[in-house]
Nanobody, 120 residues
Framework: QVQLVESGGGLVQAGGSLRLSCAAS????????MGWYRQAPGKQRELVAV???????NYADSVKGRFTISRDNAKNTVYLQMNSLKPEDTAVYYC??????????????WGQGNQVTVLA
C-alpha cells in the first residue's frame, strides 16, 4: 500500500508564491516519475510539471519561468515552487507518483489534491 500526502496549498494574492509538497510512503521499491497536475473548475486535469528519476523536467508552457519542480529522493518527496502566481493558476493541484514494486510491476498514485486560490 502506498500513500501520498500533499501539503502547502492556500490563498494568495496575484504575484505571490506558494510551495506544494507531496510525500510518498508505504511499500515502495522505487519511484520513477513524479509530477504535478491541476484541475480548474469546469476544465480537464492538466499536467503542470513532471520530473523523472534521472532528473529530466518538463513544464506546461503556461508555468515555464514561474514554477519549479524538484524532488528529494531520500524523502520520496516532490515539491512545486510556484512564484509570480496568477489568478488563472487557481485550481486543485494533484501530485502523481509512479511507484515501482519489488516484483517489477509499477503503478501510478494520486495525491488527495490541494486547493490553490490566487486572488486578482
Amino acid at each position: 500500500q502506498v500513500q501520498l500526502v500533499e501539503s502547502g496549498g492556500g490563498l494568495v494574492q496575484a504575484g505571490g508564491s506558494l510551495r506544494l509538497s507531496c510525500a510518498a510512503s508505504g511499500s515502495i521499491f522505487s519511484i520513477n516519475a513524479m509530477g504535478w497536475y491541476r484541475q480548474a473548475p469546469g476544465k480537464q486535469r492538466e499536467l503542470v510539471a513532471v520530473i523523472t528519476s534521472a532528473g529530466s523536467i518538463n513544464y506546461a508552457d503556461s508555468v515555464k519561468g514561474r514554477f519549479t519542480i524538484s524532488r528529494d529522493n531520500a524523502k520520496n518527496t516532490v515539491y512545486l515552487q510556484m512564484n509570480s502566481l496568477k489568478p488563472e493558476d487557481t485550481a486543485v493541484y494533484y501530485c502523481n507518483v509512479a511507484v515501482g514494486f519489488l516484483l517489477g510491476n509499477s503503478r501510478n498514485y494520486w495525491g488527495q489534491g490541494n486547493q490553490v486560490t490566487v486572488l486578482a
